[in-house]
């Protein structure tokens, strides 16, 4: 089955050092156990075991490197970094958190035009250092144009750095800390290094108390840390772009986090309701609690599905191929928003179960909500996503299929991306071609429902008010979004040879969903007598089969019980 299970771990790996590095990971939390894990997430103990753990298998190293800066094995390859962000999410956030935010530190760097920094990272991930992105201030949080971290230059050449930043990841214990300001002088952006151990960088304090609670989310502040061209990555132009091209990599992170989190749920509750019998019945038996379980099934299948297909957008990408710009948006808001979801529904059904300080479930609870409100929130995500609406759905163009992307390769153009500009000049290939030779009922109501909201954006043409109002284009951006989520669900139903009954689960809670978000513009805006018609068209219910419904919950999902259980 696609989702991951530990204890069959059979992902294709093209090389033997790939899977030797996930098959340690695995190892590592199966041997400290689920009981430990609890214990030092609840006394919200550093997780110096794991850092050490990663020095000695030089796992950060391998995985982080870039291909020319560290041993032969070392690349920058999304497919197993993906893998990486799954395992690491499916045992705690706090361990992907600190991974996450090397991703993020490391970015400006490789980005950059320092190759002296460039080598001495690549020695410190050997050396087991984490990283640190310096990007977020108190006073305008990820507003980058109103930064107040500044670089004073001074009579001899050199600079001094003063300000501080706030909501900084491995602030504590950085080996570098990627920090972005202005020239204090000619108002030009800068990403230049510090340690985190000089004297006069300033750990303030630890912020964040709730949710990773291992994490270290810190307040640090620069006191004139002195700063030589040596320790400068970029200026100007590339300094600006390094800081958004950072984060089109970082957010993709967040989703796989969330599947991580949702998958090892799933095993969790499914164990739970299928061996508790209340009232002369066992719990998965109820017709209610095979609901619930099926529809979080269908949509943790295709958020994996997506989130899959997004990977090989992304390493295929190149100068005349942004498609990534859209679908990683996507990837952050919608994954991220579908794994609260998830957890919502499996939490219905476990009840009070899901509180108990001994379960895994207790930390899904509480970590799955902070994925969708990192690396800017889910409105200013939906709002990016809003922007290749007209060439998605009005204007598609010619490209030649993209693969596959499992292959041993170094992702060089992540580093180089260009400018962050032009997005509504991104084309598309037509959506529709994926959507081909699927035989489903719901698929064909969800195309009907297109359809609908193709004609209410040509004939309900939004008035410049509307187009002009946030709140509005958020309900229309969710109507959007949809559709190239079901798109790449559906590439890659051919591509892992998907069970037809469980895509037909999965559109039909995309035909609900789709309703759903209708509904809301239709109460919750102000429209025109013609545009409130023809958003009711859009208001369809979708196809119910319990023949399929049975089939899925049969082989699929009750087969999930008693198929993983942590070590104790």
Same mark, same amino acid.
């Given at each position: 089955?696609i989702? %991951?299970?530990?204890?069959?771990?059979?992902?294709?790996?093209?090389?033997?050092?790939?899977?030797?590095?996930? !098959?340690?990971?695995?190892?590592?939390?199966e041997?400290?156990?689920?009981?430990?894990?609890?214990e030092?997430d609840?006394?919200s103990?550093?997780?110096?075991?794991? %850092?050490?753990?990663?020095?000695?298998?030089?796992?950060?190293?391998? !995985?982080?490197?870039?291909?020319?800066?560290?041993?032969?094995?070392?690349?920058? *390859?999304?497919?197993?970094?993906?893998?990486?962000?799954?395992?690491?999410?499916?045992?705690?956030?706090?361990?992907?958190? &600190?991974?996450?935010?090397?991703i993020?530190?490391?970015?400006?760097?490789w980005?950059?035009?320092?190759?002296?920094?460039?080598?001495?990272t690549a020695?410190? !991930?050997?050396?087991?250092?984490?990283?640190?992105?310096?990007?977020?201030?108190k006073?305008?949080?990820?507003? =980058?144009?109103g930064?107040?971290?500044?670089?004073?230059?001074?009579?001899?050449?050199?600079?001094?750095?003063?300000?501080?930043?706030?909501?900084?990841?491995?602030?504590n214990?950085?080996?570098?800390?990627s920090?972005?300001?202005?020239?204090? *002088? +000619?108002?030009?952006?800068v990403?230049?290094?510090?340690?985190?151990?000089?004297?006069?960088?300033e750990?303030?304090?630890?912020?964040?108390?709730?949710?990773?609670?291992?994490?270290?989310v810190?307040?640090?502040?620069?006191?004139?840390?002195p700063?030589?061209?040596?320790d =400068?990555l970029?200026?100007?132009? %590339?300094?600006?772009?390094?800081?958004?091209?950072?984060?089109?990599?970082?957010?993709?992170e967040?989703?796989?986090?969330?599947i991580?989190?949702?998958?090892?749920?799933f095993?969790?509750?499914i164990?739970?309701?299928a061996?508790?019998?209340?009232y002369?019945?066992?719990?998965?038996?109820f017709?209610?609690?095979?609901?619930?379980?099926?529809?979080?099934?269908?949509?943790?299948?295709?958020?994996?599905?997506?989130?899959?297909?997004?990977?090989?957008?992304?390493r295929?990408?190149n100068?005349?191929?942004?498609?990534?710009?859209l679908y990683?948006?996507i990837?952050?808001m919608?994954? +991220?928003?579908?794994?609260?979801?998830?957890?919502?529904?499996?939490?219905?059904?476990i009840?009070?179960?899901?509180?108990?300080?001994?379960?895994?479930?207790?930390?899904?609870v509480?970590d799955?909500?902070?994925?969708?409100?990192?690396?800017?929130? +889910?409105?200013?995500n939906?709002?990016?996503?809003?922007?290749?609406?007209?060439?998605?759905?009005?204007?598609?163009?010619?490209?030649?299929?993209?693969?596959?992307?499992?292959?041993?390769?170094?992702?060089?153009?992540?580093?180089?991306?260009?400018? &962050?500009?032009?997005l509504?000049? =991104?084309?598309?290939?037509?959506?529709?071609?994926?959507?081909?030779?699927?035989?489903s009922?719901?698929?064909?109501?969800?195309?009907?429902?297109?359809?609908?909201?193709k004609?209410?954006?040509t004939?309900g043409?939004?008035?410049?008010a509307?187009?002009?109002?946030?709140?509005?284009?958020?309900?229309?951006?969710e109507?959007?979004? %949809?559709?190239?989520?079901a798109?790449?669900?559906c590439?890659?139903?051919?591509?892992?040879?998907?069970?037809?009954?469980?895509i037909?689960?999965?559109?039909?809670?995309?035909?609900?969903?789709?309703?759903?978000?209708?509904?809301?513009?239709y109460?919750?805006?102000?429209?025109?007598?013609?545009?409130?018609?023809? =958003?009711?068209?859009?208001?369809?219910k979708?196809?119910?089969?319990?023949?399929?419904?049975?089939?899925?919950?049969?082989?699929?999902?009750?087969?999930?019980?008693?198929?993983?259980?942590?070590?104790?």
């Amino acid at each position: 089955m696609i989702l %991951l299970n530990p204890k069959k771990y059979d992902r294709e790996h093209l090389d033997p050092k790939s899977k030797e590095i996930m !098959l340690k990971t695995i190892d590592f939390f199966e041997k400290r156990g689920l009981k430990k894990l609890k214990e030092d997430d609840q006394s919200s103990v550093w997780y110096d075991e794991f %850092l050490e753990f990663i020095k000695k298998e030089e796992i950060f190293a391998k !995985l982080l490197t870039p291909s020319g800066y560290g041993d032969s094995d070392s690349r920058w *390859d999304m497919w197993r970094i993906e893998e990486f962000n799954e395992i690491l999410g499916f045992y705690g956030l706090c361990y992907w958190y &600190t991974w996450q935010v090397t991703i993020l530190g490391l970015g400006p760097i490789w980005m950059g035009a320092n190759e002296e920094v460039k080598h001495k990272t690549a020695q410190l !991930l050997k050396d087991g250092g984490i990283f640190a992105f310096g990007l977020s201030e108190k006073e305008h949080g990820a507003d =980058i144009y109103g930064t107040d971290m500044m670089l004073y230059p001074q009579p001899d050449g050199t600079y001094l750095a003063r300000g501080d930043k706030y909501y900084i990841g491995n602030g504590n214990e950085a080996a570098l800390v990627s920090v972005f300001a202005k020239i204090a *002088d +000619t108002n030009e952006y800068v990403f230049f290094v510090v340690n985190s151990k000089h004297p006069k960088y300033e750990c303030v304090k630890k912020i964040s108390t709730s949710g990773v609670r291992q994490a270290y989310v810190a307040e640090f502040a620069l006191h004139d840390y002195p700063i030589t061209d040596a320790d =400068i990555l970029s200026r100007g132009k %590339l300094g600006w772009d390094s800081s958004l091209n950072t984060v089109n990599i970082g957010k993709y992170e967040l989703g796989w986090a969330s599947i991580g989190i949702c998958t090892h749920a799933f095993y969790e509750a499914i164990d739970h309701a299928a061996n508790r019998n209340l009232y002369g019945k066992y719990v998965t038996d109820f017709p209610h609690v095979k609901k619930l379980f099926t529809e979080a099934f269908a949509r943790l299948v295709a958020m994996k599905l997506f989130a899959l297909r997004a990977c090989d957008y992304l390493r295929s990408a190149n100068e005349n191929d942004r498609r990534y710009l859209l679908y990683n948006p996507i990837q952050k808001m919608k994954v +991220t928003m579908e794994g609260e979801r998830i957890i919502d529904l499996l939490h219905e059904v476990i009840a009070a179960k899901g509180f108990e300080q001994d379960t895994y479930f207790e930390m899904a609870v509480r970590d799955i909500g902070m994925l969708p409100k990192l690396e800017g929130t +889910t409105h200013v995500n939906m709002a990016l996503v809003v922007k290749f609406l007209k060439n998605f759905l009005f204007a598609p163009a010619e490209y030649a299929e993209v693969p596959k992307r499992n292959d041993i390769a170094n992702d060089t153009f992540l580093f180089n991306q260009g400018a &962050t500009s032009g997005l509504g000049k =991104i084309t598309f290939n037509d959506y529709n071609e994926a959507f081909n030779g699927i035989a489903s009922a719901n698929l064909e109501i969800f195309k009907e429902q297109i359809q609908a909201f193709k004609t209410f954006l040509t004939k309900g043409a939004l008035t410049e008010a509307q187009s002009k109002n946030i709140d509005y284009m958020l309900q229309v951006g969710e109507l959007f979004t %949809l559709i190239p989520y079901a798109q790449l669900i559906c590439e890659n139903k051919k591509i892992y040879d998907i069970d037809n009954a469980i895509i037909e689960e999965i559109f039909k809670f995309i035909v609900s969903d789709f309703s759903g978000y209708a509904v809301r513009l239709y109460t919750g805006q102000d429209n025109s007598p013609e545009q409130q018609e023809l =958003i009711l068209k859009m208001i369809k219910k979708p196809a119910l089969s319990q023949e399929n419904f049975t089939a899925v919950w049969e082989k699929y999902v009750y087969a999930l019980k008693g198929q993983y259980k942590m070590n104790d």
